[in-house]
């Protein structure tokens, strides 16, 4: 039997070749943005909690950003598990000049400089209580993230790491006003080329729990969605996004992605900045451990994933499968 058909479908994908050439989203190690930790130890040592994944010495960091240079990928991030004895109710430590984050700025500056590095603002690594934010403990006992004094402390976090080469500095508190209070402090210290990449719709996600993990990061006491976001909410999002946008952002973020594609789709239509997303490390552990189960071709999924949030607006990607990628790009 002969259908009478004048719409054939089919006919757009009967080949590799016919199928490039309809192909309306693309991937590559230029759109991907590799997420790598760092500590103070002179070894590399496996993180448990993210197999696959490594908290890096100082001169393993700078080689891991070699060899992922080498297949493609140019953007790195920079996150740092810093010592108990560093952390303080001040989190004084995000600011000196010779801590650990400066420190891997400039070796990987030194090495690569043609290499956008990406440095985290936040004060969770650095602040005794875990949180992102300055905490006062409430008469109650309860705690109280104070939002001002934190963005103080931001600012002088930004500066060290612009001061030290950063390309991109990239607040991640969910603090208001942060991103004003950035762009102001960067521009009067004659900072004007670091560009902001703020974590606008970060959510209070249960996918965050392997990268906590990787940092020893976690509250120490009470949680984080006073300032993180209800993952029940869209709305509040596009409002985040026209705040950060009017308040000087360069990139707003995205995090975490795959279970929040609707968000970056209507983030994408909102405002005119690129987007960011992040796969966040549940996401990553996830494949993983599917993977290593053998229940998933890991590197199909990884691209299938990582495609499935550029096509819904991402123009770049925070992904620990970025150096994969790069390696799969390039045979």
């Known amino acids: 039997m002969q259908l009478d058909l004048p719409h054939r479908p089919r006919r757009n994908r009967k080949s590799a070749v016919v199928r490039g050439l309809m ?7 230029e759109h991907l943005i590799y997420p790598l930790f760092l500590h103070e130890a002179a070894d590399d040592h496996p993180i448990e909690s993210m197999p696959g994944c490594t908290r890096w010495s100082l001169a393993g960091l700078v080689r891991e950003v070699g060899e992922a240079k080498a297949v493609g990928v140019g953007a790195f991030v920079l996150f740092s598990a810093i010592e108990d004895g560093l952390k303080t109710p001040g989190a004084e430590e995000a600011h000196n000049a010779d801590g650990l984050v400066p420190r891997a700025i400039r070796a990987i500056k030194d090495a690569h400089p043609e290499v956008t590095v990406i440095t985290d603002i936040a004060l969770d690594p650095y602040n005794a209580d875990g949180h992102d934010g300055l905490v006062e403990r409430q008469s109650d006992g309860s705690l109280r993230i104070v939002n001002d004094a934190t963005v103080d402390v931001l600012c002088r ?15 991640s508190d969910m603090m208001d006003g942060r991103v004003a209070a950035l762009r102001s402090a960067l521009d009067m210290a004659g900072h004007e080329p670091v560009s902001i990449m703020a974590y606008t719709a970060k959510y209070a996600s249960a996918y965050y729990g392997p990268f906590r993990g990787a940092l020893d990061s976690a509250p120490k006491d009470g949680d984080k969605k006073t300032y993180q976001m209800d993952p029940s909410n869209a709305r509040e999002a596009i409002r985040e996004a026209k705040l950060d946008a009017a308040e000087g952002a360069d990139i707003i973020m995205v995090k975490p992605a795959g279970p929040y594609l609707d968000i970056i789709h209507r983030v994408r239509d909102a405002v005119d900045l690129p987007v960011a997303a992040y796969q966040v490390s549940g996401e990553y552990l996830m494949i993983k451990a599917a993977s290593a189960g053998g229940w998933l071709d890991e590197d199909a999924v990884v691209l299938e994933s990582l495609t499935g949030i550029r096509r819904a607006g991402a123009d770049m990607i925070l992904t620990y499968f970025a150096k994969r990628v790069g390696e799969l790009a390039n045979g």
Request: with cysteine; charged share 25%; aromatic share 0%.
């Open 23 to 29: 192909r309306e989203t693309e991937l590559s190690p």
């Open 157 to 171: 976090q930004a500066l060290c790491h612009a001061k030290a080469g950063a390309d991109i500095v990239s607040p």
